[in-house]
Structures are given as C-alpha cells and as structure tokens.
C-alpha cells in the first residue's frame, strides 16, 4: 500500500510542480500587463476583464469535470497577488503639471500610504509632520495640493493652522468622519476642496477594489483628475454628502469598533484561556475571535478618536445598549416565544440579504477552514 500510495503522491508532486511552474508563469505575464497600464494609465482593477475571464474559466472548469468555484478561488487569489505586483510597476500620472502635494501627518499609517502611492505616481511629494510647523510656509509655497492625514482629534485645529495656500491648491483630508473637517477646509481655503474618507487601514496589499469615500467641497471639476488617479490605483469612489456619511459610519464604524471593544474587554475580564478557546474554536468562532482581536492590534487613539467622534455615535452605542438589555429581558422571563418572534422580525428585516449574507459567510468560512493547521 505505502509503495502504491508514494507513486501517486509523487505524480501529484509532479502536478503541482506544474502549478508553480504554471503560476511564476501568469505573474510574469501580469508584470507585463502592469507595465502596459502603467504606460497607458489604465486602473489595476477592471472588473468587466475580471468577470468574463472568471466566467470563461468557470465554464471550461465545468467541461473538464473540475468544480468551477475551485478555478474561481485559485484565480481570485492568484489575481490578489497580481493586484498587489501590478502597483509595482508605477502608475500614469494624470496631473503632472501639479505642483507639489504636501501630505500634513505623511509619516503617519494612512499618510505613508497615500504618500507612497503618490510617489509611485510621478508626483512631487513632501511630508509636513508635527515639527515642521515653523517652515510651513515655505513648504505648501508651491503646494498643488495638500492632503491633511492627522489624528481625528487634531484634524480640526491642524486645517485652522495651515498658512494661506496658493489660489488653485486643492486642499483635501482622509479622515474618517466628514462633516467637521469639510466645513473647517472650506472655512480656512478659498479654492478646490474636497473630503476623503479611504475605506481601508495602510495593511492592505494593494487598493484595488477598496474604496475611497467622496464628499465634494467646492469646486469639483479642478479635482476629478484625483478620483481618476485613485480609481487608476484600484479604487472604486463612492460619493457622499458629508453627513450622510457621518450618519452611515455610525452604524459601521462607530458601533462595531465599540461592540469589539467591549466584548474584547468582556473577554479579558472574563479571562478564559485563549489558547483553548483558539483550540476549541469552530471557524466561524476563530473568525469572530479574530475580528475581535484585530482591533486591540491596532492604534487606541484612533480607535477612541471614531467612536467619540459625534454625540450621534454615542447616542447610538446608548439606544444599542438599551436594546441589549430589552433582549436580557426576554431571557430573564425565559420566554422563547418573544426571541422567536423578535428572531422573525429581524430575519424579514434583513429579507433577501440573510440568504446572500449566508452564502458570502459559507465561502469566508470555507476560506477559514482552509488557512486552519491542526498539526502539533
Ligand atoms: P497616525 O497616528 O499613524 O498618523 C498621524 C500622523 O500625523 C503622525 O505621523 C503624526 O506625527 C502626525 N501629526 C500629529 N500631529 C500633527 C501636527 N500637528 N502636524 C502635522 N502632523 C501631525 O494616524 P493614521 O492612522 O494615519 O490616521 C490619520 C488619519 O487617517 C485620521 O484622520 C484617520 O481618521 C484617517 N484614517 C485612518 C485609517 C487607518 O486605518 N489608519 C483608515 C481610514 C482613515
């Protein structure tokens, strides 16, 4: 048996040697295909090319009896690394007669990414950080562009601070919330404004697909080339009034960090051993644990700085809370009729995105089984 059972292990060696072979293949090729769109300043992502081929490869996938959803997985995967090799060729710059873009907080996380990418970009790129104040002036003096990436916190008083810019600089933030920092750049500059709020942490490997919220200011039209250079990047733009925005991230920032943190701190009170729970965990609990967890690897300021961001978060977190506790009550009366019925009213609430939702979570989770290694 262990003879029989080596042969064929070896031939499926030999395959996958050919995969390797086969994949070092296909990222040489997307290097070429990242030096032509660089050339050519077409985004990373395109995701019609993306849709056909995926189809084209599920249906050929089907005729040779392999699972579809497995060609799909190895490509989507494969095409993240492609995504992620294809910045490294550059990008076209679409505004190359602008002058310099001063990045206020450029040594920061989110702030050294944009400055990278800029970079990449053929632009002229300068940092004026925390003490850098006293020349200011002269560092914005041939500014075409100044993006403001400081702590929320800060933010307000940073923009206040900015010496008078050039007439046709177009001042612009990444902050996470909107409304204040769009009314403080308005305020404090006459010329092209706009609010940005990038959907993402500076971890990702590369912005395609991300997304980079858009709230115009004033004068959008001196700007559009920016959302094209993001959307050259990978990134998709979303546009939003401001406040629109700060009421959506309420929902989706401000109460999810906060539930994270209070069931990381209901955790560490608790103080179970994580090690076993890791151990005992299902994936769809390692995952939790995990989207938990992430958040305490992560700047605590930032994190405040969200979540107290509005009185709106706040009161938010509050009617969460009291909504919390109108469900402990259902368990205290131990009354399993309200937690169905309530069960039911939530599930229509959600109607054909429960069963989307379902079918998503399967595949992460699937993803999740696959990354798990029980070994000793
Ligand atoms: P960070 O703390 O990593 O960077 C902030 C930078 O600002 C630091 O380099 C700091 O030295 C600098 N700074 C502080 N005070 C300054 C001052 N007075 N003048 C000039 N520079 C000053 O923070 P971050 O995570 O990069 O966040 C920056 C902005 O990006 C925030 O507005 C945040 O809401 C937004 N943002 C961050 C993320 C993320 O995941 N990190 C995601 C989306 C949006």
């Known amino acids: 048996m262990a003879v029989e059972l080596n042969e064929l292990r070896d031939q499926i060696d030999a395959v996958d040697k050919q995969i390797v072979e086969l994949l070092a293949q296909r990222l040489s090729l997307v290097e070429k295909v990242g030096e032509v769109k660089s050339k050519h300043g077409l985004p990373i ?33 494969t095409m993240r690394e492609s995504y992620a090799s294809e910045k490294d060729s550059g990008f076209k710059c679409l505004n190359p007669e602008l002058g310099s873009v001063v990045i206020v907080g450029g ?23 925390s003490k850098d104040w006293d020349n200011a002036e002269e560092i914005v003096q041939d500014a075409g562009m100044v993006v403001v990436s400081v702590p929320i916190h800060l933010t307000d008083s940073v923009i206040k601070k ?13 902050t996470s919330i909107k409304a204040e920092p769009l009314a403080a750049m308005l305020e404090a500059h006459s010329g092209p404004v706009v609010g940005l709020h990038p959907m993402f942490g500076p971890d990702i490997p590369s912005m395609a697909k991300q997304v980079i ?45 906060f539930t994270s943190f209070a069931y990381g701190s209901h955790l560490s009170k608790e103080n179970p051993n994580l090690d076993t729970l890791v151990q005992l ?5 390692r995952l939790e644990l995990a989207m938990v967890g992430r958040l305490f690897a992560q700047d605590p300021e930032l994190y405040g700085d969200i979540i107290m961001s509005s009185q709106r978060n706040i009161d938010m977190i509050k009617r969460f809370h009291q909504r919390f506790g109108e469900a402990i009550q259902i368990l205290d009366n131990q009354d399993k009729q309200a937690f ?37």
């Open 107 to 129: 040594n920061g996380q989110l702030g050294g990414l944009f400055k990278r990418m800029f970079e990449l970009s053929g632009y002229q790129v300068k940092v004026l950080g």
């Open 45 to 77: 992502y395109a995701p019609d090319r993306e849709a056909a081929m995926l189809a084209s490869r599920r249906a050929e996938a089907e005729k040779r009896g392999v699972p579809p959803q497995l060609i799909e997985d190895i490509l989507r995967r």
């Open 340 to 376: 169905v019925d309530q069960f039911n009213t939530v599930s229509e609430w959600y109607g054909d995105y429960s069963q989307q939702f379902m079918r998503e979570s399967q595949n992460l989770l699937k993803q999740a089984n696959d990354a798990i290694h029980r070994g000793k």
């Open 162 to 174: 900015l010496p008078k810019l050039p007439d046709d600089c177009i001042l612009c933030d990444l």
């Open 281 to 285: 965990s299902s994936p769809i609990y």
């Open 213 to 257: 919220i858009c709230s115009d200011g004033r004068m959008p039209e001196t700007y559009q080339w920016l959302l094209k250079q993001f959307e050259i990047w990978g990134a998709s733009i979303c546009a939003i009034d401001a406040e629109e925005h700060d009421n959506g991230m309420t929902l989706i920032q401000a109460l999810r960090h």
